[in-house]
């Protein structure tokens, strides 16, 4: 499974964030679907080759900082993606990126 965010925005004191997750099945879907209260479902996706699913998500936050905060509760990896392309560990359990 994996699990890339990128910033969307910046409007108004806030930080909109786009949520990817590749990789989910019926073994884990309930756990993340649980982790990822407060953000809104945006559009899903299914891979029948490899019989799994594609969620998106989004949320606003007040600060990267608040995004970060979050990130570290996120059960499973989880990338950054900047603008300029590079990707980065946000929480503890990425193997990826810098």
């Not at 004191?13 to 949520?19: A, G, M, R, T």
């Amino acid at each position: 499974m994996e699990a890339v965010a990128w910033k969307l925005s910046s409007i108004k004191n806030e930080i909109s964030f786009c949520l990817q997750i590749n990789g989910v099945n019926l073994k884990n879907k309930n756990k993340i679907v649980r982790s990822l209260e407060g953000w809104r479902m945006s559009g899903s996706g299914y891979n029948f080759k490899k019989k799994h699913e594609i969620l998106l998500s989004y949320r606003e936050f007040s600060s990267h900082a608040d995004f970060v905060k979050w990130a570290e509760t996120f059960p499973y990896p989880l990338l950054e993606q900047k603008p300029s392309g590079k990707v980065y560990k946000i929480n503890k359990r990425a193997k990826n990126g810098k």
